[in-house]
């Protein structure tokens, strides 16, 4: 007898999406039995070691702009990747490092910084002023081909909308893809298709205002759909308009919610004008150190999800996403941490006026208090920006021994120019979304760095994965 067993299973292209509110769901639930106290629009800020084991932490009120101390027994991490490293990635404007960070610095150790997944398939960026990249999924290459203007005229003309794509004749496009794999086409693994989107529109072939944008167009999947639908549904001799109507209708099913939410932040239709795309950091496999009981090399604090380097190796796919999630969370966390509870759940509640956490607080203080007094005339993105750009030319998709050496010089004079210049406007003691960044880009300015030397260190290909 022969059993059909998924692998994983997927919702679509919002596959992450429904993770997360599925996350959010258990959560309020536990919420609303008391059994979890919810601090909302706080950051951890730093961690509390008494007697060497993680007994607290120390968080700021993103309202008030106030320090709190909050004691535990132990201390869980789950604060998710730290690819805005790079300034420009998919993850959310509030995805930052801090948190993993700060417990480095107190002795946690990092495991393979550079490790960082590129995805080929998301929404060129528009401009310098973007904060954040979309997501598309990687199904769309199933059916799309991906394409530049064989000729450098033709790209300019294309970039300055001179020509529209769809009147650029077949003879001259150039699917690269198809080209240089024939064998694999537009289904090349993702670090081949990143890189040869990057080379392509690194020697002037990208198609849109940035020039970092190559086609993934549907058009011939749409005509080949629509026929196949002819002939099963006993239409003879279709008219193009009418093959092309139900090509549209079958690609619909397929990627109907991904054509929309290109189309929402494109405004452009792509059953009509092809998509474009362009590679973009996605996700870290590298992160915090942690056992097999999820603990750190600090006693007592523990680290869960994309924020420790556990389960990837050198790899990252959607389903083992899905796995982290839902391991670390539901089935490994829960038993190992009550190993170690055991033991020290004895000591009764951890007191907040122990000398540990009001060090721990007059250095998050005087951190605060040099960061505003340095009244600079840069803003913090305009540093962020720098390092993202280093970040990316030198230290991603593509990186050599040259480059990297390079990469941490840059990212040195970046950090010490932040410390000498950046203007954070306002004032500590109140809402203050500047001072929120500056304290993430100073982590960003220190964890850039050791993820090059990383890069460096490592002489084998795999230095770079997707």
């Known amino acids: 007898m022969e059993f059909l067993v998924s692998r994983t299973f997927y919702a679509r292209g919002q596959t992450g999406q429904q993770l997360l509110l599925g996350a959010y769901s258990a959560m309020n639930r536990q919420i609303a039995k008391g059994k979890i106290q919810m601090f909302s629009r706080h950051e951890m800020v730093e961690l509390v070691k008494v007697d060497g084991k993680a007994r607290g932490i120390i968080a700021r009120n993103l309202i008030t702009g106030e320090l709190e101390r909050h004691s535990a027994h132990a201390v869980v991490i789950a604060s998710g990747g730290y690819g805005n490293v790079f300034f420009l990635s998919t993850n959310a404007m509030g995805s930052n490092t801090t948190a993993a960070w700060k417990i480095h610095r107190n002795g946690a150790f990092f495991a393979n910084p550079c490790y960082t997944q590129i995805h080929p398939t998301c929404i060129p960026r528009s401009g310098e002023h973007q904060s954040k990249l979309t997501l598309m999924s990687e199904s769309l290459r199933n059916d799309g081909r991906i394409w530049v203007p064989k000729n450098l005229e033709d790209a300019e003309k294309i970039r300055s909308k001179t020509i529209k794509p769809t009147e650029l004749k077949e003879e001259d496009r150039d699917y690269y893809l198809e080209r240089r794999y024939p064998a694999f086409g537009n289904l090349v693994p993702r670090d081949v298709a990143s890189r040869a989107a990057k080379e392509r529109c690194d020697a002037g072939y990208g198609v849109n205002s940035t020039g970092e944008a190559v086609y993934l167009d549907f058009s011939a999947a749409i005509e080949r759909y629509g ?4 002939l099963v549904s006993g239409i003879k001799q279709p008219s193009v308009e009418k093959i092309i109507e139900l090509g549209e209708e079958v690609v619909e099913q397929k990627y109907g919610n991904l054509f929309q939410m290109y189309e929402k932040i494109v405004a452009e239709n792509p059953y009509k004008t092809p998509m474009m795309i362009y590679p973009a950091v996605h996700y870290t496999m590298g992160g915090v150190w942690v056992d097999y009981n999820l603990m750190t090399t600090i006693p007592g604090c523990y680290c869960i999800g994309e ?20 391991a670390d969370g539901y089935f490994v966390l829960p038993y190992t941490i009550g190993d170690f509870l055991a033991n020290d759940i004895r000591t009764g509640p951890i007191s907040t006026d122990l000398k540990e956490f009001e060090i721990a607080e007059k250095n998050v203080s005087d951190t605060i208090d040099k960061l505003m007094s340095i009244k600079g005339d840069k803003p913090v993105d305009y540093f962020h920006k720098r390092l993202g750009k280093v970040m990316w030319e030198f230290a991603g998709m593509a990186r050599n021994k040259e480059g990297l050496e390079h990469a941490i010089s ?38 850039g760095e050791l993820f090059a030397k990383d890069g460096l260190e490592r002489s084998e290909s795999r230095g770079r994965t997707f």
């Open 227 to 230: 026929k196949e639908k002819a």
């Open 307 to 326: 924020a420790n380097f556990s389960d990837h190796g050198a790899n990252r796919l959607g389903a083992s996403a899905l796995m982290q999630g839902l």
């Open 410 to 447: 840059e990212i040195k004079t970046i950090r010490k120019e932040f410390w000498e210049n950046v203007r954070i406007p306002g004032d500590k003691d109140e809402m203050n979304t500047e001072l929120e960044k500056a304290g993430r880009v100073a982590d960003f300015l220190e964890l």
